[in-house]
């Protein structure tokens, strides 16, 4: 049992260039969020999803998409990096609303 | 909008101290509560959880948390840390009626040995 698995775990990017951070859990978890981690900012949530086909945004939604097309991956996509977006990403999965959620290892993301 | 607050975010401590975090949140309606920790070099694992009930729950660890709803707080508690509990530990509320999580800024605590 894998738990939430994200790749690549380190990246470095150009402004401008896009990416698209992986993750993907085999617990058969309907929820599923991205948040990125700052110094001092604690997480905030950037996108969450609460089963295929259903996405919506969280606290700091822009220059990021989503898409769940199914259970079990989740996908978060820059569209033009910016060395604003220099940051650690962490995808969670929960089995329900109420549930705690698990996290992946990160993903460091650095934007030159 | 939901908010949360930790009063500190660096905590030094001798092993065998007791640690007390705070944590307050603005939200007028039923939340769930969580703490969760991130050790060193690893991802969040959850310590504890509080849903409905007794206000005092009891985590891994010999980590606990009191709910004081007429606070808005949930701060955690442990009688004796150890040099093991270093680490960053984060704050979470969620609504009942909802799914989104909000985190609060961490306190890194570093336990001396």
């Known amino acids: 049992n894998a738990g939430v698995t994200q790749t690549p775990k380190f990246q470095v990017l150009k402004t401008g260039q896009s990416m698209t951070l992986q993750c993907a859990q085999d617990?058969?978890?309907?929820?599923m969020s991205w948040y990125r981690q700052d110094p001092g900012m604690g997480l905030r949530l950037i996108h969450y999803?609460?089963?295929?086909?259903?996405?919506d945004q969280g606290e700091v939604p822009n220059g990021y998409n989503v898409s769940r097309s199914t259970t079990e991956d989740f996908p978060l996509r820059l569209l033009s990096a910016a060395p604003s977006q220099t940051s650690v990403y962490f995808c969670?999965?929960?089995?329900?609303?109420?549930?705690?959620?698990?996290f992946g290892d990160g993903t460091r993301l650095s934007i030159l | 909008a939901q908010s949360v607050s930790q009063h500190n975010h660096h905590v030094i401590l001798s092993e065998a101290a007791s640690l007390e975090l705070g944590c307050n949140y603005s939200?007028?309606?039923?939340?769930?509560l969580f703490w969760y920790v991130q050790y060193p070099g690893q991802h969040l694992q959850l310590l504890l959880k509080?849903?409905?009930?007794?206000?005092l729950v009891k985590g891994i660890k010999g980590f606990e948390a009191e709910f004081i709803k007429s606070k808005f707080s949930f701060n955690l508690r442990k009688p004796s840390v150890q040099w093991s509990d270093t680490a960053e530990y984060f704050c979470?509320?969620?609504?009942?009626?909802?799914?989104?999580?909000?985190f609060g800024a961490g306190t890194r605590l570093f336990v001396k040995a």
């Open positions: 969670a999965s929960s089995r329900t609303e109420d549930q705690p959620q698990h």
């Open positions: 617990m058969n978890h309907e929820y």
């Open positions: 999803s609460v089963g295929a086909g259903i996405t």
């Open positions: 939200y007028g309606g039923t939340v769930n």
């Open positions: 509080y849903f409905s009930g007794d206000p």
């Open positions: 979470a509320v969620r609504d009942t009626g909802g799914f989104k999580t909000i």
